[in-house]
């Protein structure tokens, strides 16, 4: 903001400072936006097999103060899946324990996995008989039914009920990497089921025996029963040790054999490491049964948590994608190394990943989640086009149901971010039109009225954009929206007056105050919209009220401030002191502004404000409305004593840069030499004290000006140049250069190296492509004057010619013009039209000053006088 107050000198208006309005959600980052990213992508790293990765998102986004409470209750379940997924049933059940919310079914059944991997079966049970696949999401359906075929494995004991209801939670699922988990889980819980006993482990070890010289389909049978057997029995070493040695006997030909007796061995020995995970690893290298080699990826993958292990499974995953011969799975190998990549920020890697998977592999199941890597990859650099465009494809890919409402949300947020980025307004329009569009399909742990109020936001930004400038009615589409918008049952009350504020703060803003106050005057005027608000809203808004009818009605802010400050009982301490405070504030002003003022009554209310909150920033901000009344009234003295004391009572204060510039400017304004010298070293405490302050480059600028205005050029002239060497890329930069170049023509005149060094500079900036038409119209027009005054009278005209043609004839150039520049553009057509007439080229002359009158530029009049002068002289 106080990059916005600028030095006279520099040509731009000069903008009053005002304090920050006391309402935080003004609609600028919009809440879901990074929740539904992150969930997204745990969500997919959940589904994929990495349940460390996805429990680590899901409780960064739980840990974010910022997260919502309605949201908060998803990532809770999502939590404990996640954790159970990985064996943590101590932490799933914490988890649990701070859910927040209804009972649903899908909490109702993370509470009975947890009953059951806690033991407590009857509590499982009874909890499983309350839930319904039909009530769940798609993706929960599988989980139930794992859980029914768990519950069917203890007391009463139906084994195979059990394997029916796994192989039921395998059918259900609803992408293939699912389907491959619940493979995992049944084949983990094939180790528990079977008829394991005594005579079992003999029966089994007399048919190895018996059938281990001729081989062949009893002798397979009779190795995998004797190996569950071993494994249930007796321990897990002995039967580890029993399938490596029959792998090393069993016949090449025998591939299906193979790959399933090396699944057993990852899943008896585990994937974590040694046996059971080189096992699974040479499986998923070398092995024939594609759905097998799916679930050691699978398993691999659920394993390599961190460190070595991780490190190890990127190797596996290296070289079998950089292989000769392409895998059979290549495409999932791709889409695992892109996620793994993407959780550890290696965004080229993921990029790379799965944008091969997507070219090579067009039709793929996996293409939904290789978009998602890429949604994730472009949204975590700030990418946000590309994430609404990746993320749109996606969508386009999924059956409707929650992941495709959370990426409709995606889009439009952003979009909305890139407009934030880019202040494009056909961003905003994007962002506007997909806001539209999620309220046909809204995500678990957003409100309505949330997705309501960001479309209407994404409107105001639509018109507030340069694209919107242009339209002389550019609020309009976002009033009759917003009032198109209190008729629907969705939009809460909460929601839709933030909306109101947000369009009257932008109205204001706008220079529509007007249209502002008198939205918010008939809506506050209504009792059945203003009366169910929260408190604090209302308060808001009352205060909102009252600063917009300052500079209209200041006689009626007194009745609404008054009334205000007296409402605010039931408030949150902290919101009532910065209202109160802002409220005093604004009674003080309005005495000001009454017609005619009422100075003793502001000052009274300075006083009792500065004395009840003195810490407050409406008390800091008091001492500049007081310095701006003085000013106003040609009080300079005393306008820069209460700017001087403000500086000295509040040093820390964000405000005390401004209000030393400010000061400086009202010593400049008394003129004599001693208050310029005074001003200078007032702009020297404000450079030293604030030296990361946005004002120092133009509270330098002004110090250089100073010294121009008391002839000392060579110390203007070092001033200048630090600026040019020191802050290249500021906004302004280019008006240093040309004081610059001022300053080497004012000591032009004892020494020639001086001329050609502004002579430079102008032309530079004249020729600048990209550079503020005032600006250059100021450069060529000095340019111009440097040669004529040096009788280059041929080249001045050159000059300016270049100048008038760049400017002048095409009506988009023109109108770029600001008040400075048009200034410019007239006193160069003057010098033009006198050096015209100096060489009696008395046509040229006049069409020289006709341009001046037909583009409606300053000295107009003089212009016509000229005219008038040829006319009287063709006069006989």
Not at 26 to 42: D, H, K, M, R
Not at 271 to 279: I, K, L, N, T
Not at 502 to 520: I, P, Q, S
Not at 746 to 761: L, M, V, Y
Request: hydrophobic share 40%.
């Amino acid at each position: 903001m106080l990059v916005l107050l600028l030095a006279a000198g520099l040509g731009r208006a000069q903008e009053p400072l005002t304090l920050s309005a006391p309402l935080v959600f003004t609609g600028g980052e919009t809440p879901p936006a990074n929740g539904f990213a992150l969930q997204i992508s745990a969500q997919r790293a959940l589904e994929m097999g990495f349940p460390t990765i996805a429990a680590d998102m899901f409780q960064r986004l739980l840990d974010n103060p910022a997260t919502k409470s309605d949201l908060r209750a998803q990532l809770t379940v999502d939590l404990v899946t996640a954790l159970l997924d990985e064996d943590r049933t101590d932490e799933a059940a914490v988890a649990l324990k701070k859910y927040l919310g209804l009972a649903t079914p899908a909490f109702r059944l993370r509470q009975a996995l947890v009953a059951f991997r806690e033991q407590r079966y009857d509590e499982a049970r009874a909890t499983a008989a309350t839930i319904t696949t039909e009530e769940l999401p798609a993706a929960d359906r599988s989980w139930l039914l794992y859980l029914q075929g768990q519950l069917a494995e203890v007391a009463p004991r139906d084994v195979n009920r059990a394997l029916a209801l796994y192989q039921q939670a395998i059918d259900a699922a609803v992408s293939e990497t699912q389907r491959t988990r619940f493979v995992i889980a049944r084949e983990e819980a094939k180790l528990k089921l079977g008829d394991f006993s005594e005579p079992r482990l003999t029966e089994a070890k007399q048919g190895v025996d018996k059938f281990l010289v001729q081989g062949g389909q009893q002798l397979y049978g009779y190795v995998k029963l004797y190996a569950l057997n071993l494994y249930a029995l007796r321990s897990k070493s002995e039967a580890t040790t029993f399938l490596q040695r029959q792998l090393q006997a069993l016949p090449i030909e025998e591939r299906a054999i193979n790959d399933e007796w090396r699944l057993l061995l990852g899943v008896i020995s585990g994937a974590e490491d040694g046996v059971g995970r080189s096992a699974l690893g040479t499986l998923l290298a070398t092995g024939s049964d594609r759905d097998k080699q799916r679930v050691a990826l699978q398993m691999l993958a659920r394993s390599s948590r961190v460190g070595s292990s991780r490190e190890d499974f990127r190797r596996r995953l290296d070289e079998l994608i950089n292989a000769s011969v392409a895998h059979p799975l290549l495409e999932y190998l791709l889409l695992f190394r892109a996620q793994l990549a993407l959780s550890e920020k290696d965004y080229a890697r993921a990029e790379t990943d799965a944008s091969r998977l997507l070219a090579q592999y067009p039709g793929s199941q996996l293409k939904g989640l290789a978009l998602g890597v890429l949604t994730g990859t472009a949204w975590e650099q700030g990418r946000y086009r590309n994430a609404a465009n990746q993320a749109t494809k996606a969508r386009e890919v999924l059956v409707v149901g929650e992941a495709h409402a959370q990426l409709g949300v995606l889009v439009a947020e952003a979009w909305f971010r890139a407009g934030l980025s880019s202040r494009s307004g056909p961003d905003y329009r994007n962002a506007a039109d997909a806001y539209a569009t999620t309220l046909d399909e809204v995500p678990t742990g957003v409100a309505p009225g949330l997705l309501l109020f960001q479309q209407l936001v994404a409107e105001v930004e639509v018109a507030n954009s340069e694209e919107g400038r242009g339209d002389r009615d550019r609020f309009k589409r976002p009033q009759e929206l917003l009032d198109k918008m209190a008729g629907n049952s969705r939009f809460d009350a909460v929601h839709r007056w933030q909306a109101e504020w947000n369009l009257a703060r932008a109205l204001e803003a706008a220079g529509e105050t007007g249209k502002a106050y008198e939205r918010l005057n008939r809506l506050m005027a209504t009792p059945a919209d203003a009366g169910n608000l929260p408190a604090d809203l209302r308060a808001q808004l009352g205060w909102l009220q009252a600063n917009l009818s300052l500079t209209l009605e200041p006689a009626r802010t007194l009745v609404l401030t008054e009334k205000l400050l007296g409402s605010l009982g039931g408030i949150e301490a902290g919101l009532s002191t910065q209202i109160a405070s802002m409220t005093m504030l604004l009674q003080a002003q309005a005495n000001f502004a009454l017609n005619p003022p009422n100075p003793e009554a502001a000052l009274e209310r300075l006083a009792k404000l500065r004395a009840e909150f003195p810490k407050s920033d409406a008390a800091v901000y008091s001492y500049i409305a007081e310095a701006d009344y003085d000013a106003a009234h040609g009080q300079l003295v005393r306008a820069q004593g209460s700017l001087q004391s403000l500086a000295d009572e509040y040093k820390t204060s964000s405000y005390a840069p401004y209000a030393l510039y400010q000061a400086a400017q009202y010593a400049e304004r008394r003129a004599q030499k001693k208050f310029l010298d005074e001003a200078y070293g007032i702009l020297q405490r404000l450079v030293v004290n604030y030296p990361k302050s946005d004002l120092v480059f133009y509270a330098r600028m002004k110090q250089g000006n100073l010294l121009r205005l008391t002839n000392d050029n060579p110390a203007a002239q070092t001033i200048f140049e630090q600026l040019v060497n020191e802050f290249p890329q500021h906004q302004d930069v280019l008006a240093a250069r040309l004081a610059l170049a001022d300053c080497h023509g004012a000591q032009g005149t004892s020494d020639a190296s001086h001329q050609e060094s502004a002579a430079t500079i102008y032309e530079g900036l004249l020729d600048l492509q990209g550079a503020p038409t005032d600006i250059r119209a100021e450069a060529g027009f000095k340019y111009g004057l440097s040669l004529s005054r040096r009788g280059n009278a041929r080249g001045a005209l050159e000059v300016w010619g270049r100048l008038i043609t760049n400017v002048v004839p095409d009506a988009s150039k023109a109108a770029s013009l600001g008040a400075k520049g048009r200034v410019w553009i007239s006193k160069t057509l003057f010098e033009m039209g006198d050096l015209f007439e100096k060489q009696a080229k008395l046509e040229q002359a006049r069409e020289t000053y006709d341009l001046i009158i037909s583009n409606g530029l300053p000295y107009a009049a003089q212009a016509q006088e000229r005219l008038a002068r040829f006319r009287t002289q063709k006069t006989p």
